[in-house]
């Protein structure tokens, strides 16, 4: 009995303090044979695909200059708009595999000032490592875990290092537990 108390002690110590535990590097990265398909060294997404509310069609050209800025490849169809009467566009974001802790950041606050909230994270496995994606409908709700403004503030977090930012979106999305494998 005493050894189950102190296991549930620790165990609540250990969920509550808000530290993720060591996630191995193989399971938060590309493995060593993914060749990226950009050049990384001013931008790690490589692929980028956005969906705004009909709002901000009027200002397509600032948007797209932003991106730009940014270093991103941007083409005809990288940012899309929502039909005037079609309600809001889904509040996630996905982010890959191989994406920085810099870059994340910039899609997380991108999402944020563009599409109002992020409320789900889409699973790193279904999409390609440099590839982020906000407001997409490409994948159903066993594909996105919802994610509390308290966390998505940690992943906004500019001391989180690339590595500790992935292994925070991992153990955001759950991916360790996931039981029904999607490939």
């Given at each position: 009995m005493k050894r189950f108390v102190l296991i549930c002690?620790?165990?609540?110590?250990?969920?509550?303090?808000?530290?993720?535990?060591a996630v191995p590097k193989e399971l938060l990265f590309p493995g060593?044979?993914?060749?990226?398909?950009?050049?990384?060294?001013?931008?790690?997404?490589?692929?980028?695909?956005?969906w705004l509310g009909h709002k901000h069609k009027k200002n397509k050209l600032a948007i797209k200059e932003l991106?730009?800025?940014?270093?991103?490849k941007v083409l005809g169809h990288t940012v899309q708009y929502w039909r005037p009467k079609g309600g809001h566009p889904p509040t996630n974001i996905a982010i890959g595999s191989a994406?920085?802790?810099?870059?994340?950041?910039?899609a997380i606050n991108f999402a944020l000032k563009f599409n109002d909230r992020v409320d789900g994270l889409?699973?790193?496995p279904l999409n390609p490592p440099n590839?982020?994606?906000?407001?997409?409908?490409?994948?159903?709700?066993?594909?996105?875990?919802?994610?509390?403004q308290e966390d998505l503030a940690r992943l906004r977090d500019p001391k989180l290092t690339t590595e500790a930012f992935q292994?925070?979106?991992?153990?955001?999305?759950?991916?360790a537990n996931v039981q029904n494998k999607f490939y």
């Open positions: 002690a620790l165990l609540t110590v250990f969920l509550t303090s808000g530290v993720a535990m060593p044979e993914y060749k990226s398909p950009c050049d990384t060294s001013k931008t790690t997404i490589c692929t980028i695909e956005i991106l730009k800025l940014k270093s991103l994406i920085s802790a810099e870059d994340a950041r910039f889409i699973s790193r590839y982020v994606a906000i407001a997409t409908s490409a994948w159903d709700a066993m594909s996105e875990t919802p994610i509390t292994s925070l979106y991992y153990e955001l999305t759950n991916e």
